[in-house]
């Protein structure tokens, strides 16, 4: 299944939802008059689009049709519109003194890739550390997982028990080890046996716990001790079916440990997908995969044009 058909899938209760009200309220011939733009707001709202991406909507759609071009575009088109130039607004290379590798990770001129993986319980982190390790090694390239979830003895066992299934080495340590301990163990195995990628698996952490923060800044600080510019990559993964909370944690997460992308994951588990746009909108930070299943290949770089076709998929 191609990545279009793995985003129409994934997103098919947010489509489903989302269209069926916007069809609903520009039935016949669309007007912008104020109860038909209150509706729309309403509906943007609720599937999470937040205040600044709704509010971009309705004044677009209210604009064209107070200039006369609301014959010639509906509103479903004018919200494809807005919400595909905000995905694309202001992109930038977020990696540092390297290269694009494929799509999606970025890759270090010199010496082994860090990829720090950040979020609160529950997200999907250590799958996604699995995940990304396949994705890199169907590239052609190598990884090695860093289990730096070291409060569960449980999170030790399920990331070696991926690390088996996908094929790739892991540096773990026993309950209760120093997270910094095993990052700096791990960039040091990749440098011996010149591997290609560290992805560092970080123990889930409420954005709210001062001195858990200060733990992952701990971790940055180890391995930039020994790559200056590592970690290369800081991506905060988020749960989509969390709606707005995920926006909050998006902006204190970056406040800590400066994030250059965003994984969203289980967005076929809900109708509220707009928070892709919201948090997009909002902080400006780019969305680098989403997870859109349970298979090993259903974590997908993100596409701003192929995610927007998937979101008014017919």
């Not at 550390?129 to 590239?139: D, E, F, T, V």
Request: charge should be positive.
């Amino acid at each position: 299944m191609g990545l279009l058909e793995k985003l129409k899938s994934g997103l098919r209760k947010t489509q489903e939802k989302l269209l069926h009200e916007l069809k609903r309220i520009v039935a016949g011939v669309p007007k912008a008059d104020p109860a038909t733009l209150e509706e729309l707001e309403t509906i943007l709202l609720g599937a999470d689009f937040g205040v600044h991406v709704t509010n971009q909507i309705v004044q677009a759609v209210k604009s064209e049709f107070e200039e006369g071009e609301g014959r010639h575009a509906s509103i479903i088109e004018i919200a494809k519109r807005e919400i595909e130039k905000i995905l694309l607004s202001n992109e930038k290379n977020w990696g540092r003194n390297g290269q694009l590798f494929g799509p999606g990770l970025y890759r270090a001129v010199n010496g082994p890739t860090i990829v720090l993986l950040v979020g609160v319980n529950g997200t999907g982190k250590t799958t996604t550390a699995a995940k990304l390790a396949w994705m890199i090694k169907q590239s052609g390239e190598t990884a090695i997982l860093a289990a730096c979830d070291t409060f569960r003895a449980a999170a030790i066992e399920q990331l070696k028990t991926w690390a088996q299934r996908v094929g790739v080495d892991i540096v773990s340590a026993s309950y209760g080890t120093d997270p910094a301990a095993v990052a700096h163990d791990a960039v040091m195995a990749a440098k011996k046996r010149n591997i290609s990628y560290v992805i560092i698996d970080t123990a889930g952490r409420l954005h709210t716990k001062h001195n858990l923060m200060q733990e992952l800044q701990k971790i940055r600080r180890v391995v930039s001790r020994q790559i200056p510019d590592a970690p290369h990559e800081t991506l905060l993964v988020l749960d989509a079916t969390t709606g707005t909370n995920a926006l909050n944690q998006a902006r204190e997460f970056n406040k800590a440990v400066p994030l250059t992308g965003l994984v969203i994951t289980k967005l076929d588990g809900t109708s509220k997908g707009g928070i892709v746009v919201a948090i997009k909108k909002e902080l400006g930070i780019p969305i680098r995969f989403v997870g859109v299943g349970e298979q090993m290949d259903d974590l997908q770089p993100f596409d701003a044009k192929q995610f927007v076709t998937a979101l008014f998929n017919e």
